[in-house]
């Protein structure tokens, strides 16, 4: 498994493989990922842990509304290139603020 953070109120866009852009008709399913309940708390923004599938390459993350930064310019995507490990996440979770949310989440669906 691999592993990101995405902020609260960002959701996850396309997803690629090794062999490029997930195609749902070629894997005949959706890429799994799902937000664990667990989260940190980075200089006042919560950010939440998602767990994908070792075949994940490559996740593009997405504002769910569009609004302007301090620039006046949107924030439209960001690519996540540097999944993490499991190691690295309790690494992380060691040096933040982190907390559990015990709540039924469910899987993302593209």
């Not at 996850?12 to 749902?24: E, K, N, T």
């Not at 959706?30 to 667990?38: L, V």
């Given at each position: ?38 989260s940190l708390v ?69």
């Amino acid at each position: 498994m691999k592993y990101f953070f995405l902020s609260e109120g960002w959701t996850v866009g396309r997803v690629w493989a090794s062999d490029g852009l997930w195609q749902i008709t070629a894997w005949r399913r959706q890429p799994e990922i799902q937000q664990m309940n667990i989260s940190l708390v980075e200089h006042g923004e919560v950010l939440w842990l998602y767990r994908v599938e070792d075949a994940v390459v490559t996740v593009e993350v997405k504002p769910k509304e569009v609004s302007t930064g301090a620039s006046g310019q949107a924030i439209g995507q960001v690519v996540l290139r540097r999944l993490m490990s499991a190691e690295q996440v309790i690494e992380r979770l060691g040096s933040a603020e982190a907390r559990c949310q015990l709540q039924n989440i469910q899987p993302v669906v593209q």
